[in-house]
């Protein structure tokens, strides 16, 4: 295990209620860091009576290679500008058991396996269906917001059987100019020849979140969790 999941990642919590009984896990974008998706938990509108606590983690900081090596908080390097090309595996599977880490974390709080779900937000997307699909508990959901999948080759032989069946909310924006549709659409055609139950939303917008998708994943999530 390499230094950069020894210790637990650093994470922004936020809980709608005193006993939460669900966990969302979300993961940001390139360079952003956990404060990113904060506002969210608000913007969701989900019932007063839905305990969820949310945890925002920070991404390590590394050097990444298509900015000029700058050193930034990232799940991965990416050295290529046709993203999704030339994956960097080891910094996928490093961020991949930090995050096994967490959901490890809240099962010894008490938080249900089916009770737990993966978000993110870009390469935090692309990190919610690496961990998630390869997690040997049952998880409650992965939440894939303008994404793709990674490692494509290596999932029918990677993927947890347990999460064979796992609910995926994925959406992308026409006009993302940072990863092309078709990026994202391959990366669904894939998870649906391989039997995944996958939720897919388009919305007008570039490179980010829009009011439709805000409401489509809260009525997402409410009737998973019911």
């Avoid at 896990?25 to 509108?45: R, Y």
Wanted: net charge negative; hydrophobic share 40%; glycine share 6%.
């Amino acid at each position: 295990m390499s230094n950069l999941t020894k210790k637990l990642l650093p994470t922004i919590e936020v809980s709608t209620g005193s006993l939460p009984i669900y966990t969302v896990i979300w993961m940001h974008g390139l360079g952003a860091d956990g404060n990113d998706f904060v506002p969210i938990v608000k913007e969701l509108a989900l019932p007063q009576n839905l305990s969820i606590r949310f945890l925002f983690p920070h991404a390590p900081e590394r050097s990444v290679t298509i900015n000029n090596g700058y050193i930034m908080r990232a799940w991965y390097d990416i050295s290529h500008p046709e993203i999704g090309q030339h994956h960097d595996e080891i910094g996928l599977k490093e961020s991949q058991f930090a995050i096994d880490a967490l959901i490890e974390k809240e099962l010894e709080k008490g938080i249900a396996a089916n009770n737990i779900f993966l978000a993110g937000f870009s390469q935090g997307g692309a990190m919610a269906l690496q961990t998630g699909l390869r997690q040997q508990n049952r998880l409650g959901g992965i939440i894939a917001l303008s994404c793709y999948l990674p490692l494509t080759d290596r999932l029918k032989d990677e993927a947890s059987l347990v999460n064979a069946s796992v609910p995926i909310f994925m959406v992308h924006g026409t006009h993302d100019d940072v990863i092309p549709l078709s990026r994202a659409i391959a990366s669904r055609d894939h998870l649906l020849t391989q039997h995944y139950h996958v939720e897919w939303h388009e919305y007008p917008m570039a490179h980010s979140v829009c009011p439709q998708e805000i409401l489509d994943l809260s009525c997402w999530l409410q009737r998973i969790i019911k």
